[in-house]
C-alpha cells in the first residue's frame, strides 16, 4: 500500500478529564507516544501541531462539586492546572494546551452542532426520564439509586447494580430515589436530539474497512466489531446545567452530551493557537490528522466524531488512530476512585529530576499491543540496567577517556581500521531502522533501536580498549575517542524524542546545539578541535530503599481500601444442598465477544461449550474490553432460565468475583479444560 505524502501533521491527544490529577496510565498510553512522534516530525523540520486541553463537561464533574460544595467551574479550574502543569514537566511539547470551557470552544461546538441541525442530520425525539421536583432537574442514571430487582441491593444506580454486576435502566429500579435530594422523582417527558450514526455505516465501511486496513490491529477490529454489530442513533444532547447550551430554541435546560463537544476541542484549541490558519490544519487535504488515545476512546475517535464531521462536511478525518491499550499497576488496573495509581505530581515530588527515567519505564513497557503491567522493580530495573548501565556508561566512560587522553577536546581522526569502518556503518544504520519504527508508530521498539546505539557504542570501547592502547600508540587511541564522540553526538539526536530533558543535558556536555535528525548517523557530527563542556552524570542508580518504599506505599493504599472502603458482603440466606445441586456450572471457552449497542456495561459473549455453543450477556463492559476476553475460559451457570436483555437472549450467567475497589475478575479454571467441564 502506498504511503500518502502530506504537507503538515496535526496531531491531537485525548482529552483528560478534569475531575482528578493524572497517573503513568494516562502518560504512557497517550501523551508519551504523542510528544515522541511530534518531537521526531519537528527534528526532520516537519510542520506538525501537537494540540491538548482538558474535558471540563459531564455528571462526574457536577458530582464532585456537590460533594465538595463548590461549583464544576472550581473543580475544573483547579484540575485543569494541576493537569497542565504534570504535563509542562514531564516535557509534553503541546503547541496549546487549552480547555472545552473557553468562548471558542463554546463557538465551535455550538457551530458545529447548528450546521447539523439546519442540514436536517439529527433525528428528535420525546420520552420519559425521571425528573426530581425538589431539585428542579432531569437525573441522569448515575444521579438515581433504588433496589436492584435481580439481587436486591438498595443502592443499585440507575444504569448498574454493581453488587451483582446487571445492566439496568433507571426505570428497572425497585423504589429509585434522586441522589440529589433524596426525594422520589417522577417521569416527565423530554426532548433530545441524537446522531444517526446507523445511516453512516455505508461511509464508515468504506472508509475504515476498505480504506485504513494499515490502522493497528486493535483499532481495526473494534471498528469492524461495532460496524458488525449495527451502529444505532445516539444522543447529542442531556437534560443538565453544566455544559455548553444546546444552541436552538425550546432546549431551555439541555446542554450539549459531552461525547459530542469534547472532540470538538481539538478544533477549537487549533483556533486558538491560530486563529488566522487554523482552517489550514483541519480543511486542507495536505494536513495528516493523528489522534492519540486510549483503547477506551476507540469508538468516538473513529465512528463517532468522524460522523459528525463528515455530516459538517468541510473538515478532514483522520489519517490514523494509533490507540494504546491499558496499563495496569503491579498486576492490579489503575483505579483513581481506590487511589491504586502513580499520580504525576507525587512522582515528581519523590523523584525530583527523573521526569525521563519515567518516560523510558513507560516507554519501554508501553501498552501498544496488549495491556501492559507497571511494577516498581521493572522501573528500577530499566534505569540501573540501562539507563545507567548501557546509555549513561558509554557516555561517561567517552567524557572520562577524552578527558584523560586528549584534553578534553575532540582530538583529530586518523587511518580507519575495518573494525572502525564497520562500527560507524552500524551507527549509519540507525537511522532508517528508528524512522521505520516511529513513522509505523511502534515507539516502544524505536527506543530499544536508540539503546541498541549505546551499545554499538559499548562494544565498541570495549573492544577496542584504549586505555590499553595509550602505553604503545596514543595516536590510535584519538581515533578510537574520536568515533566514541561522534556516537555520543548521534546519541544526543536519536534519544531526544525519547529523552528530552536528558539530551539537552548531554547537548551542554557536548557543548554543541542541538543537532537535525538528517544528520543522525553522520560520522563527523563533532570537528576535531572541538572543546567539551563540563560532563557529568547522565543517570544515577535507583536503590532498593527508594523503590521498597514505593511499593509500601501502595500496599498501605490496598489496606486502607479492605479496612474502609470494602467489606464483605453478608452471606445470603441458607440453601439445601439440593438447591445447590440445581446449579450446573460449566467451563467453556469465548469465541467472539462485542459490546451490546446502546449499553455501555454490557458484553455480548458467545460461548464454546461442547453443547452446540450459546450466547451469554455479561455486565462486565467497564471491566473488560471485547477483545481481552476471546480465547479466555470462563466458568458460567449453564442451567439458568434464558432471559432477554437489550433485545439478546443470554443463556447463561458469567461467574466473576469482585475485589475491594468494586473490580470484577472472571472466574477462570487454574488449568485447561475442555469447554463444557463441569465445575463441582
Known amino acids: 500500500m502506498k504511503i500518502k505524502q502530506f504537507k503538515r501533521t496535526l496531531i491531537t491527544t485525548a482529552l483528560p478529564y478534569a475531575n482528578g490529577p493524572v497517573h503513568i496510565g494516562h502518560l504512557a498510553g497517550v501523551y508519551i507516544p504523542a510528544d515522541i512522534y511530534a518531537r521526531y516530525l519537528r527534528l526532520k523540520g516537519e510542520d506538525v501541531l501537537l494540540i491538548g486541553g482538558s474535558d471540563e463537561h459531564g455528571v462526574p464533574i457536577t458530582l464532585r462539586a456537590k460533594q465538595e460544595g463548590v461549583t464544576p467551574q472550581a473543580i475544573v479550574d483547579r484540575f485543569h492546572h494541576i493537569i497542565k502543569k504534570s504535563f509542562e514537566d514531564f516535557g509534553i511539547s503541546f503547541d496549546i494546551y487549552s480547555r472545552t470551557t473557553t468562548a471558542t470552544h463554546y463557538r465551535v461546538a455550538s457551530e458545529i452542532f ?58 428497572d429500579l425497585i423504589a429509585p430515589k434522586s ?51 449495527g451502529l444505532q442513533p445516539r444522543a447529542v444532547s442531556r437534560d443538565l446545567d453544566w455544559g455548553i447550551p444546546v444552541p436552538i430554541d425550546g432546549a431551555d435546560g439541555k446542554v450539549l452530551y459531552v461525547w459530542f463537544d469534547a472532540p470538538i476541542g481539538y478544533i477549537s484549541n487549533t483556533k486558538e493557537l491560530l486563529p488566522d490558519s487554523w482552517e489550514t490544519w483541519w480543511k486542507d487535504p495536505e494536513t495528516k490528522i493523528l489522534h492519540f488515545i486510549g483503547k477506551d476512546n476507540i469508538v468516538f475517535h473513529c465512528i463517532v466524531f468522524p460522523v459528525v464531521l463528515k455530516a459538517e462536511g468541510t473538515y478532514n478525518l483522520p489519517e490514523n488512530v494509533p490507540a494504546n491499550e491499558f496499563l495496569n499497576l503491579e498486576g492490579d488496573k489503575i483505579s483513581t476512585s481506590r487511589n491504586w495509581a502513580v499520580w504525576l505530581h507525587e512522582y515528581l515530588e519523590e523523584f525530583p529530576g527523573k521526569q525521563d527515567v519515567l518516560r523510558y519505564a513507560l516507554t519501554a513497557n508501553a501498552p501498544e499491543t496488549k495491556d501492559n503491567d507497571f511494577t516498581w522493580k521493572d522501573f528500577q530495573a530499566r534505569n540501573n540496567n540501562e539507563l545507567v548501565a548501557i546509555l549513561g556508561n558509554f557516555v561517561n566512560r567517552a567524557f572520562v577517556l577524552t578527558h584523560k587522553y586528549a584534553g578534553n577536546k575532540v582530538p583529530a581522526c586518523g587511518q580507519l581500521t575495518d573494525y572502525d569502518s564497520q562500527t560507524l556503518q552500524d551507527v549509519k544504520n540507525v537511522k532508517a531502522n528508528l524512522e521505520h519504527l516511529l513513522d509505523t508508530y511502534h515507539f ?19 573492544d577496542t580498549e584504549p586505555w590499553k592502547v ?41 557543548n554543541i546545539n542541538d543537532l537535525e535528525w538528517t544528520r543522525l548517523g553522520d560520522a563527523g557530527l563533532m570537528v576535531a578541535g572541538h572543546a567539551l563542556g563540563t560532563s557529568e552524570l547522565l543517570f544515577e542508580k535507583i536503590d532498593d530503599e527508594t523503590i521498597e518504599k514505593q511499593i509500601q506505599k501502595l500496599m498501605d493504599t490496598k489496606k486502607e481500601n479492605e479496612e474502609s472502603g470494602y467489606q464483605a458482603k453478608p452471606v445470603r440466606e441458607t440453601i439445601t444442598y439440593d438447591d445447590f445441586a440445581k446449579l450446573d456450572i460449566r467451563t467453556g471457552v469465548v469465541t467472539a465477544c462485542t459490546k451490546v449497542p446502546k449499553a455501555d456495561k454490557l458484553l455480548q459473549l458467545t460461548i464454546d461449550d461442547s453443547l452446540g455453543g450459546r450466547t451469554i450477556v455479561s455486565g462486565i463492559a467497564q471491566h473488560y474490553a471485547p477483545e481481552e476476553l476471546v480465547g479466555k475460559q470462563i466458568c458460567f451457570i449453564a442451567n439458568l432460565a434464558p432471559r432477554q436483555l437489550r433485545g439478546i437472549t443470554s443463556e447463561g450467567m458469567i461467574l466473576s468475583a469482585e475485589d475491594a475497589g468494586g473490580q470484577l475478575v472472571v472466574v477462570v479454571p487454574e488449568q485447561t479444560v475442555k469447554p463444557g467441564s463441569e465445575v463441582k
Open 114 to 171: 447548528r450546521t447539523l441541525y439546519d442540514n436536517g442530520t439529527f433525528i428528535e425525539k420525546t420520552n420519559e426520564q425521571y425528573y426530581d421536583e425538589e431539585a428542579r432537574q432531569f437525573l441522569a442514571d448515575r444521579y438515581i439509586v433504588g433496589t436492584c430487582p435481580h439481587c436486591q441491593n438498595e443502592k443499585a444506580y440507575g444504569d448498574q447494580c454493581e453488587s451483582c454486576g446487571t445492566s439496568l435502566s433507571p426505570t
Open 444 to 462: 516502544r521498539e524505536a527506543q530499544k533501536e536508540a539503546m541498541n546505539l549505546a551499545r554499538i557504542g559499548n562494544k565498541y570501547l570495549a
Open 470 to 510: 595509550a602505553n604503545t600508540d596514543l595516536e590510535r587511541v584519538y581515533t578510537i575517542l574520536y568515533i566514541a564522540l561522534q556516537i555520543t553526538a548521534n546519541l544526543s539526536i536519536a534519544f531526544r524524542p525519547f529523552l528530552p530533558l536528558s539530551m539537552k543535558k548531554l547537548n551542554t556536555m557536548l
Open 179 to 229: 441522589v440529589i435530594s433524596g426525594s422520589i422523582p417522577v417521569m416527565r417527558e423530554t426532548k433530545h436530539w441524537y446522531l444517526p450514526l446507523d445511516r453512516f455505516e455505508p461511509f464508515l465501511r468504506e472508509w475504515i474497512l476498505k480504506g485504513h486496513t494499515e490502522w493497528k490491529p486493535n483499532v481495526y477490529g473494534q471498528c469492524k466489531s461495532w460496524l458488525d454489530m
